[in-house]
């Protein structure tokens, strides 16, 4: 097992990477002196897999769970499945010193963390995210939130998770088409911060892609340090942490007018990162090679690399763009890179400059 | 005008107090560096008579603001006018930059704050309260939420204030019942925390009703001071900050039974008050006397001081009760005092000792 620390004074917590892990959630959080009264928030794909050994696991430590399973896919993280949340939260009598235990991927941390951010005006919780997406990127750092009518994570918080348990065995049960889209957000770490990740990530992507036990612990691990440290630097997106966003400037607007629907969130984002990388060679001089390596290291996950959009849909992104939280003064901000591990963020790109780029990545 | 600091390291903020304040709060916005869109927030009440002042004030310096106005009433303190005002705020694209303004009573605070709170993961926001309790109470100190079906504030978060403006002369229009209300939560800040200003509000209370400007201004100035030297000290309510609750887990429990409609929040926590009072005397040896002398002037101040409950009534009371957010390990806490001006917080107290305050308090 290996283990991440965040920092993040009174608001540390450990990240464990490793295999048979669900079965030790209840003395993991026996350490965390919660109160015993929790809610285990999963959705209907995720219960019938891993619910019966997390609650197994708590109830062996003396913690009474309650099990709140909710849709799954990107709808459920909406102000009515918040709603529904709090009121089982209210029916079971979860107290101040209850907690909540997020089992799943990206949306059902996104959303219970929103829920345990704001009931009772906060509960501590715990992240037990079952995807690669979710155990590199969505479980770390506090980012929590639901979607609007209007746009993505519109709504939301900051709420640190007081322990994440990236169980690698649970990996082994998703589907092929979730896999690669979390190494969307494998790949971006190596863009944004770190040049040898990536380098290592071309060599070993066969060995991934084969879900090799030890590479994929090698990965998630330096994914989650890579991470930790972003959000140690800068815990609510002052500044630096916005080097996260790398390709997901395009990625959310992909997304949001496909209405969650076409896209998963690291298939978005790889389209989004092809362009960022583009972008970043017309703007900040990224080496042609660098943007060939990002779009071939994509292209050999099985992830999409290029979007044709017709005139409706392009008017549409750039509104869903502009309604993005990223926006500032009205001007749409990019993360644009040097090279592959060295970004910049707040990078104004012109609206024809976006338009060639879509041109350029019609495939 | 008098300036109260409420010290919470980077979050500190200043309290103003005093009269015609309001056509000064676009320049007191400008001070904070925040961006030109902002939403007032206010209810169908307050719109018509401050609305005009506080629009014109923000255009005055540079601003540029959305009205938001929601219904009045405790009901407006619910997820649906939430998700309203989140349309609102997306639809004139508000940024992270953008602030809101809370103006009107403790509704409107709490309503917009938590929208504030949550809207983009967090913007700044500003309150301008219309009523005495308000004024003295819920604008200051960071504590925002709505109700749920199950209970009050059940949801919600800390987010404190970027200023604080308490105009006195706002406080002129206000309806007999409303200044009586916000007497509950004065004459409680004597109880918890200045025997000397207890004593005091017993010699200047006809002064008081008569809304004596000199004399309401010391004396909000003294209860923002006591809440915000409370709050310094605690800010999310791990300890201390429990004794402002004196008199709330009887008085939430009123409110809540009777569904929010049959009394103010500060005619609600007079009850609690007294009630409180008679248990302080059972347990912990508050002299008769003290309180004799907080029922007195409750029951000067216009409030009431007596509730006849039928038994399903008292039922329900406890059921709400141990919904509370001051609930732990399934206990009712209760805030008691040694004597006036001396108060204890995280105290138990048996349900026959309570069925018997309740036989006592029938009037």
């Given at each position: 097992m290996r283990t991440v620390q965040v920092s993040l004074a009174e608001r540390s917590y450990r990240i464990l990477v490793g295999g048979g892990l669900l079965s030790r959630l209840g003395k993991e959080c026996a350490r965390l002196k919660l109160g015993r009264r929790c809610a285990v928030v999963t959705d209907e794909k995720v219960a019938p897999l891993h619910a019966a050994a997390v609650l197994e696991s708590l109830k062996g430590a003396g913690f009474e769970p309650l099990l709140v399973t909710v849709p799954s896919g990107e709808t459920a993280k909406s102000l009515k499945v918040v709603a529904q949340c709090y009121d089982a939260f209210a029916k079971a009598r979860l107290e101040r010193k209850s907690f909540v235990v997020a089992l799943g991927g990206g949306v059902v941390g996104d959303l219970a963390g929103f829920v345990a951010a704001t009931y009772l005006r906060g509960v501590a919780f715990v992240q037990v995210p079952t995807t690669l997406l979710a155990q590199v990127d969505s479980s770390v750092g506090g980012k929590v939130g639901v979607n609007l009518p209007a746009g993505k994570n519109l709504v939301g918080a900051f709420h640190q998770p007081r322990l994440v348990l990236c169980d690698l065995d649970v990996l082994k049960t998703l589907p092929d088409r979730e896999f690669r889209a979390g190494l969307g957000e494998v790949i971006k770490y190596g863009i944004i911060y770190d040049a040898p990740f990536f380098r290592r990530l071309e060599k070993s992507l066969d060995r991934i892609l084969a879900r090799d036990p030890a590479e994929l612990s090698a990965v998630v691990a330096r994914c989650c340090a890579i991470k930790a440290d972003v959000v140690g630097q800068d815990e609510t997106e002052?500044?630096?942490?916005?080097?996260?966003?790398?390709?997901?400037?395009i990625g959310h607007g992909l997304e949001a007018i496909s209405a969650y629907g076409k896209y998963l969130h690291g298939e978005a984002i790889s389209i989004g990162q092809v362009a960022a990388s583009h972008l970043s060679a017309a703007l900040?001089?990224?080496?042609a090679q660098d943007v060939e390596r990002v779009r071939e290291l994509f292209f050999r996950a099985g992830l999409p690399v290029c979007v044709k959009l017709s005139p409706a849909q392009r008017k549409a992104l750039f509104d869903a763009m502009r309604l993005d939280k990223k926006v500032s003064a009205g001007e749409i901000k990019f993360v644009l890179a040097r090279a592959i591990g060295q970004v910049e963020f707040g990078q104004s790109v012109p609206d024809d400059l976006v338009n060639w780029v879509l041109d350029r990545i019609e495939g």
């Open positions: 002052s500044g630096l942490r916005a080097v996260l966003n790398y390709g997901h400037t900040l001089g990224m080496p």
